[in-house]
């Protein structure tokens, strides 16, 4: 599965890391994405700095605009970031951890732009993840 980091990048061709997402985000229009991503995917697009307009938003999102292509993020996740956010000091980043905790849940692999969600993922959730990333 991809996250929000590769699907955007892989998208928008004058992205920097736009080479290094597109193998992974044409991998993913033939599988997958979790819905969240697909969310988090259109409000980034339509806000700074790519402003797209939705019928161009709609357009890059085609792929997965079947209700099969979407993988939904159980309950269980959110009850379990109820519960856990405070304690690992969740912000913005609450998003990343449901991704995580979705592609757990459906026993799926992650693949990210994101050193966060990267540590995030594998720490609290164990999840096998790849950062698409040189190290630092």
């Known amino acids: 599965m991809i996250d929000t980091s590769v699907m955007v990048a892989g998208l928008v061709t004058n992205h920097q890391f736009h080479a290094l997402a597109r193998p992974h985000v ?9 819905g969240i991503v697909l969310a988090e995917t259109w ?3 339509r806000r700074a700095p790519w402003n797209l307009d939705a019928r161009t938003v709609e357009a890059a999102l085609a792929p997965w605009s079947d209700e099969h292509r979407i993988v939904v993020t159980p309950t269980s996740a959110y ?20 991704i995580a905790l ?5 026993g ?22 790849t950062l698409l990333l040189p190290a630092e």
């Not at 912000?91 to 951890?97: A, I, Q, R």
């Open 43 to 45: 409000a980034a697009l």
């Open 108 to 129: 799926l692999p992650l693949t990210t732009l994101d050193r966060r969600q990267s540590t995030l993922a594998a720490q609290l959730t164990g999840l096998d993840t």
């Open 79 to 98: 009850v379990e970031v109820l519960h856990t956010g405070r304690s690992v000091n969740l912000g913005g980043n609450v998003h990343d951890l449901l």
């Open 26 to 34: 044409a991998a993913a229009a033939r599988g997958q994405v979790p």
């Open 102 to 106: 979705t592609c757990r849940a459906h």
